[in-house]
């Protein structure tokens, strides 16, 4: 399978900037480049109802989330509400990196969008952002009348880190009695940190998203090694995954993701859970929040908010 011509321009793009690796720079300068970096690749930024930056209480203190409506929404209309968390290897990334794709998902899928800027490593290390994930969701669902949601159709969503989140607070929920989403959407997930599949080998250099990147992060997120072993940090590794929420899974072929995504994927339906799985051809991990560059991106925003509205019904 080849690359599509449009990601082989981002990537020769990506090329010329000539960027530094993240380790060899300082942390601030590192996310800051990661923001920098992508911003060429945007969608362009859609118009929503309304945006407001708040807070939740979690359990290192107030997670500063960002609320969007959709065009045409009520203030005071009871809305469903895709709770989303961003990705960037648990150590880049904030509400502005994901600010685009979450104005096009709020209007498409006609819900509240709740994104979330979770405790980043190596200040906090996992499972910090596990544990904030956990209490913005518990957090929505009990606050949802407040908020002008319906409780009953919660939803979330992330890519790679992000998407690992949602995952890991699915599995939480369903073990502790806390609320269950209508829909887990997963955009390339990293479900298992022990990074020892196939496509981390033959995908691991080369495609934007390399194999010593994802190192650098598991480095920079893991308190101690042995943590890549904990299902909090690996879902794949989970001794079930039945009695879960329905799953949209995202992949992207020239990605080392892949086969975890996959994966994922395989043992969900193995275990009764109702799990949509879809590979995109040609493109590289990140692929979704470059839509403004690749038409594939734009494709895959389009089916995620047809599951949800699905979902929502």
């Given amino acids: 399978m080849i690359l599509h011509p449009q990601v082989q321009a981002v990537l020769d793009a990506f090329a010329r900037m000539n960027l530094s690796p993240p380790d060899q720079i300082p942390l601030a300068q590192a996310r800051a480049q990661f923001l920098q970096a992508r911003a060429g690749f945007l969608a362009p930024e859609e118009a929503v109802g309304r945006v407001d930056d708040s807070q939740v209480p979690g359990p290192g203190g107030p997670v500063p989330v960002r609320i969007y409506r959709p065009a045409g929404a009520a203030d005071d209309a009871q809305l469903p509400a895709l709770v989303f968390f961003h990705g960037g290897g648990w150590v880049f990334g904030n509400l502005d990196s994901h600010d685009r794709l979450c104005r096009a998902l709020c209007n498409r899928a006609h819900c509240s969008v709740i994104a979330v800027d979770y405790r980043l490593a190596p200040e906090h290390r996992f499972p910090a952002a596990v544990d904030d994930a956990i209490a913005v969701l518990r957090h929505v669902a009990q606050h949802a009348a407040g908020l002008h949601i319906d409780r009953n159709r919660i939803a979330a969503a992330g890519d790679s880190a992000g998407g690992n989140l949602v995952a890991v607070a699915a599995l939480h929920f369903r073990d502790h009695g806390g609320p269950r989403m209508a829909l887990q959407v997963l ?124 979902k929502f019904a």
């Avoid at 949509?276 to 690749?294: L, Q």
């Fill in 187 to 310: 955009l390339y997930p990293v479900t298992d940190l022990g990074m020892g599949s196939a496509s981390y080998r033959t995908l691991g250099t080369g495609y934007l998203l390399t194999a010593e990147r994802m190192r650098y992060f598991a480095g920079q997120y893991l308190e101690r090694p042995d943590d890549a072993g904990d299902w909090r940090a690996s879902p794949l590794l989970a001794k079930s995954l039945a009695d879960l929420p329905p799953v949209l899974i995202i992949t992207a072929s020239h990605d080392p993701l892949l086969d975890e995504g996959q994966a994922y994927a395989q043992r969900l339906r193995m275990e009764g859970v109702p799990a949509h799985y879809t590979c995109y051809p040609g493109v590289i991990h990140g692929f979704v929040t470059m839509a403004g560059a690749i038409d594939a991106g734009a494709q895959a925003i389009d089916q995620i908010a047809a599951a949800l509205r699905e």
